[in-house]
């Protein structure tokens, strides 16, 4: 029994069969919380030398949105970034950022649910977390960020960190193109017949801080994120004046943009690498 347990952990990261499934494991497991401190070991060795520092955030997001709507999509985009790249593990998703002044409240923390970051703290956080994985053998980390609020301590953190480290053969590449390049899939969008009112680059529009490019994207996870029932019911399931009926096809454009945003991050990353490294 022994046996068979460590065979089913040792092959969950390679993707071969487990025992018990007629079919390979559906993906190796690229989380490191959802691995032992000896696979995380052997895939280091193994060449596993680029890990993922993902931040989201607790905020509102309008009236029908789960507040984590940033990790959630963070998580499912980090994990196609690292499929995409290979040889790459993800860290545990930063959950927490800053949102605005806690007392008195200020921009996120307005509303209830919200938790917010001193920006010192957030950063702190960030150089702990990457001075831990430079201790355990990666040799690049990736900082990439969800939300306007995480960009400045990402980059604060990347400089203050590649400084320090200047000369070692470990790196820190913040990637602002993850969040900045064609921001919210605005022009994407509208080659898949998307087109939001008003035509702006925004995630707030018509004063809801949602869109359709987050929504479909939360979809693909879990349309309750969404309340995608209750608005169905209530017949408010639209958003920017599109109609997110029917709801697969609602899913299938939010899989395309997480293709389409993971290709686009991992070009960024191998080129930030690559040069690094010149």
């Not at 201790?135 to 995480?150: A, M, P, R």
């Not at 203050?160 to 913040?174: C, D, F, I, Q």
Request: charged share 20%; hydrophobic share 35%.
């Amino acid at each position: 029994m022994k046996y068979f347990l460590g065979l089913a952990l040792t092959l969950s990261i390679s993707g071969n069969l487990v025992p018990g499934q007629d079919k390979p494991a559906q993906e190796s497991r690229v989380f490191l919380e959802q691995l032992s401190w000896t696979q995380i070991r052997d895939a280091i060795t193994n060449g596993h030398t680029t890990v993922i520092v993902a931040t989201g955030g607790v905020e509102q997001n309008g009236p029908y949105v789960a507040t984590g709507k940033h990790n959630y999509l963070v998580r499912a985009m980090a994990e196609a970034v690292a499929r995409e790249l290979g040889q790459t593990l993800i860290a545990p998703i930063v959950a927490f950022v800053p949102e605005g002044t806690i007392d008195p409240p200020s921009g996120h923390m307005k509303y209830p649910g919200t938790i917010s970051l001193r920006k010192e703290t957030y950063t702190s956080l960030l150089v702990d977390i990457c001075s831990s994985l430079k201790q355990h053998g990666f040799t690049d980390i990736v900082l990439i960020g969800d939300s306007g609020g995480n960009q400045r301590g990402m980059r604060e953190a990347a400089r203050s960190l590649t400084a320090k480290w200047k000369g070692g053969p470990v790196r820190v590449h913040n990637i602002p193109e993850y969040y900045h390049q064609d921001m919210w899939s605005f022009d994407y969008l509208k080659t898949l017949g998307i087109h939001q009112e008003p035509d702006v680059k925004s995630a707030s529009r018509a004063g809801v801080h949602s869109d359709y490019h987050y929504e479909s994207i939360l979809a693909t996870v879990d349309p309750a994120l969404i309340r995608a029932r209750e608005r169905m019911a209530k017949g408010t399931f639209s958003i920017n004046g599109v109609d997110l009926n029917p709801l697969d096809q609602t899913i299938a454009n939010g899989r395309k943009l997480i293709e389409y945003r993971s290709r686009m991050t991992a070009d960024a990353i191998r080129k930030a690498v690559r040069e690094s490294r010149e």
